[in-house]
């Protein structure tokens, strides 16, 4: 699921970063047997649920692992308080859309130095975790997003599962009527709007380092028509995505754009019917190109190499493939290793689409590294302006290559 950035935090700390983030990890060191965790798994069962991933690869190697966990918005904040306070985690989990804020920083340890391998992860994994071609983190499970359906009512409509835009159109008018719209997605002024404008940008050839191609023109059309055809609410731009969900779990909407994180809450409803496919490409024959989003585990540099060799040791043994399938099937979430994701795939046909979709995911932060951020905000922006009518895809996203550009 994306992060929602502290952009505040980030931006006022970042002339002071380097040489915060810099200091040694862990002056004040806890227990010698115990490592700690900075990560966000505030949800009791997910907090619970990692914990017992940590005790059984602590247990290997006679260790403890204690996590302390914050809201998502939080970690970074927290994260640069505690470098400054000489206090870090021995493994310090962000969202990968924040890696490059702090892998610039130079306070982070390769992945390489503590012989974690990334090999056999898929591409997009292993970028997720990267800045400039040095791999500083790992992600041991991922997601994406694709087009949930409720098969009964596109039986009921005559229709198939749309695969390209032409398709998707025609699907949602269809499905539109009786106090329900034929699809639902999230187009908030943040980074879950952003998250879910991405497929349809990418698959379409934008280009979130020169926002005023071609190709991200297309995908602002496609969203403006289909508010248009009234097909899609008009209160898209003030929608998360959990609201996307809940419009569909309420049958308010015939399709959505959402991720896998939404399974527990759509298995728990007796009444919803749901389905999961790829989301339509613009052309048949083309390839949807979706985000990959996740967390990655890193490891700050310290002044104790016992610490950080410990630490690497718990990092690779929560990636084997076993455990990344245990792990993918406890939270809903791709595993990162091909092989297991393949098997994952295999054990839920339902979220197949979900697995093939993260094998090829892009990671938001690839091509602009540290850009990302105003990148984020001017596409939000763009999509914002369009779909309130008060700009041509092709001015919306002129203004969003100069804000991007700009940082302002």
């Known amino acids: 699921m994306p992060f929602r950035l502290a952009r505040p935090v980030i931006a006022a700390a970042t002339a002071g970063a380097a040489a915060a983030f810099g200091l040694t990890g862990c002056a004040a060191a806890p227990d010698p047997g115990t490592l ?4 966000s798994a505030t949800d009791t069962a ?8 940590f005790d059984r690869c602590a247990r290997k190697y006679g260790l403890r692992v204690e996590q302390n966990s914050v809201p998502a918005d939080q970690v970074s ?10 206090s870090l985690p021995d493994i310090l ?31 997009g994994a292993v970028s997720l975790g990267s800045y400039e071609g040095t791999r500083y983190g790992i992600a041991r499970s991922a997601n994406s997003l694709a087009l949930y359906y409720n098969p009964d009512l596109l039986r009921q409509a005559g229709v198939e599962p749309p695969r390209t835009w032409a398709q998707l159109r025609e699907a949602a008018r269809e499905l539109t ?27 379409a050839g934008g280009d979130e380092a020169r926002l005023d191609g071609s190709g991200g023109a297309a995908a602002l059309r496609l969203w403006k028509q289909l508010v248009a055809d009234r097909s899609v609410s008009r209160a898209v731009v003030n929608w998360n995505q959990q609201d996307v ?9 015939a399709m959505m754009i959402n991720g896998p994180w939404q399974v527990p809450v759509l ?3 007796q009444k919803v019917d749901w389905a999961v496919a790829k989301i339509p490409v613009p052309e048949a024959g083309g390839k949807a190109v979706s985000p990959i989003g996740g967390t990655v585990m890193t490891v700050p540099r310290s002044d104790d190499p016992a610490r950080e060799k410990n630490a690497a040791r ?16 406890a939270v809903n979430n791709v595993p990162t290793r091909t092989s297991a994701a393949r098997a994952y795939a295999d054990k839920n046909p339902e979220l197949a689409p979900f697995a093939e979709l993260v094998s090829t995911a892009r990671s938001r932060t690839a091509r602009v590294g540290t850009g990302w951020p105003a990148v984020s905000d001017a596409l939000a922006g763009a999509f914002q302006s369009v779909l309130t009518g008060q700009d041509s895809p092709e001015a919306a996203l002129r203004r969003a290559q100069r804000q991007a550009t700009s940082g302002e």
């Open 93 to 123: 989990e962000l969202d990968g859309s924040e890696l490059p804020q702090f892998a610039e920083t130079g306070g982070l340890r390769p992945l390489s130095d503590l012989a974690v391998p990334t090999t056999g992860f898929s591409r």
């Open 177 to 203: 009527g009786d106090g329900r719209y034929g699809l639902a997605f999230s187009a908030g002024p943040d980074a879950d709007g952003v998250y879910q404008f991405l497929p349809f940008f990418w698959s």
């Open 245 to 253: 969900n809940d419009q569909f779990i309420a049958g308010r909407a």
């Open 36 to 39: 700690t965790v900075l990560n």
């Open 46 to 53: 997910e907090h619970t649920e990692n914990q017992r991933f």
């Open 77 to 86: 904040s927290k994260a640069l308080r505690m470098a400054s306070s000489n």
């Open 267 to 269: 298995e728990a409803q």
């Open 314 to 329: 718990i990092l690779r043994c929560l990636n084997t493939p076993a455990n990344q399938l245990a792990w993918g099937e």
